[in-house]
């Protein structure tokens, strides 16, 4: 064994030399990979494949809880965000949010069009370039756009959408990246700790879907039978479950930046808390309806990981049992809010990340513990109430509160604006909701049949009682009807 690894050659990491040029140095002369240990850029990759997985499983599952005759717009949305959004991030998001010489709000455009980014150390870390930093946060504004998009269920049009995403990317995400992973901004300065995206990720998409949930109005017939159905496809309900649990280990685990124990322990409360989550929020349910709801048990994963996810690198590995049984208990409870404000919150967004993301970064204030930051080699922080740092709870306060309020007024805003643009207005038509999105704005369907009406028990003779009883009328439009 001693005279093989006298044989292997191993070529020692190059310091850094801070006279090189923005680019890192010219790869022609000299190779700018050494300074990099390959084993962190590799996980780095991987990571943002991961993070990517995730954003089908948006739309997979907004689509398996939407009705039928919509479902194919939802996975439409999700996917188009990773599109437009790539783009914007390419074109001046990426600047907005992580130049080297941004601002506490925001950053500038030193670096549009990816303008020298390349081989420097990233501002995220010095173990990874700045190129590779560049794609991987990019796969977080496009989730987190896809996230908020879902609030467009059954009654948005999708020309609107696609503005929507490039507007509030650049207007909303970009400086609450800013300031809170941008070792230049306010959050991160003051001490906030927000380890993969409490306020820049969930709380900012949650209240952008309350945004624009309240925005579009209500769908017709809110309030009435016709909006008391259930899930149409609990398969792709834990698809997109199981999507986004795997894509969360490279969302969580690869926010530490390198391949080491600080990762590896974040992916393990990460798989702790999405678990008692699901456990949390099934019980919750029985309680009620005495069932074993697949929905609830999927709802409370998501609320599990979203809520782990600012304190994923900063916790113990038993803490992530509190993040799961609150996390799950408080968006499970929050899943109500929508009937007391009066909004349409289709999917649930504003329950599932807003509350999720407050609560993960109020409980981070409690067991953010400094042996776990320093596992990493090099992160130090004061901790949170373990480690007897009080005033971390008012930190964390106030991220979540400014991040809360910029994105709902924020989003309010773009969305006013844009509903007076001819062209833009937000919401499909009445005809377009009834026949439903998929057909009025894609021609495309979900399935090879779409229903218009559907099976409602109700007192009311005058009210249908299976689809069929319109049926005539129906299949005259070409469209196949569905008893369900």
């Not at 790869?27 to 390959?38: D, I, P, R």
């Not at 504004?141 to 509030?168: D, H, K, N, Y």
């Not at 299949?475 to 369900?484: A, C, H, I």
Request: net charge negative; hydrophobic share 45%.
């Amino acid at each position: 064994m001693d005279s093989l690894n006298d044989t292997l050659q191993y070529v020692p990491l190059k310091q850094y030399d801070t006279t090189m040029p923005p680019t890192g140095g010219d790869s022609l002369t000299g190779n700018l990979n050494l300074v990099y240990e390959t084993g962190n850029i590799a996980w780095m990759i991987v990571a943002t494949g991961l993070v990517l997985l995730m954003i089908p499983g948006v739309g997979f599952f907004y689509s398996g809880l939407a009705r039928r005759k919509s479902a194919l717009s939802l996975i439409w949305l999700s996917m188009m965000s990773t599109a437009v959004v790539s783009f914007q991030w390419f074109f001046w998001g990426y600047s907005l949010a992580f130049s080297h010489t941004a601002g506490k709000f925001l950053g500038d455009l030193e670096n549009i069009g990816f303008r020298n980014v390349l081989g420097q150390p990233s501002v995220g870390s010095t173990k990874i370039p700045d190129l590779l930093f560049a794609v991987y946060q990019g796969m977080f504004s496009a989730i987190t756009v896809a996230l908020a998009i879902g609030a467009a269920a059954e009654r948005g049009r999708m020309l609107p959408c696609v503005v929507f995403m490039f507007v509030w990317a650049t207007l909303i995400y970009d400086p609450i990246a800013c300031w809170t992973w941008n070792p230049s901004g306010w959050s991160a300065k003051m001490g906030g700790l927000d380890f993969a995206g409490g306020t820049p990720v969930h709380i900012s998409s949650g209240c952008a879907a309350l945004a624009y949930s309240l925005m579009l109005g209500k769908r017709r017939g809110h309030g009435t039978h016709e909006l008391n159905y259930r899930p149409h496809n609990v398969t792709h309900i834990v698809l997109g479950t199981v999507f986004l649990w795997v894509g969360w280990f490279g969302f969580n685990g690869g926010s530490a930046m390198a391949a080491n124990l600080r990762a590896v322990m974040a992916c393990v409360v990460t798989n702790l808390a999405a678990s008692v989550g699901g456990i949390t929020w099934c019980l919750l349910d029985y309680r009620l309806e005495h069932k074993w709801s697949t929905v609830g048990f999927c709802s409370g994963v998501i609320a599990g990981l979203v809520a782990i996810t600012p304190g994923s690198g900063y916790v113990p590995a038993w803490a992530a049992v509190v993040y799961g049984v609150v996390g799950g208990a408080a968006c499970n409870y929050a899943t109500k809010l929508k009937f007391v404000i009066g909004v349409d919150d289709a999917l649930d967004i504003f329950a599932e990340h807003g509350i999720g993301g407050l609560v993960g970064n109020i409980l981070t204030a409690f067991f953010a513990a400094d042996y776990i930051a320093h596992l990493d080699g090099a992160t130090v922080i004061n901790g949170g109430w373990v480690n007897h740092h009080w005033v971390q709870i008012g930190y964390q306060i106030a991220d979540s509160v400014s991040g809360f309020a910029y994105a709902f007024g924020g989003t309010c805003i773009i969305l006013f604006v844009m509903n007076l643009i001819p062209g833009l207005s937000l919401r499909a038509s009445e005809d377009a909701e009834v026949l439903g999105i998929d057909d009025a704005e894609l021609g495309e369907f979900a399935y090879d049949y779409v229903e218009l009406t559907r099976e409602v028990i109700s007192e009311d003779d005058s009210v249908p009682k299976f689809s069929t009883d319109n049926g005539p009328r129906l299949m005259s439009m070409g469209q196949p009807v569905e008893k369900q």
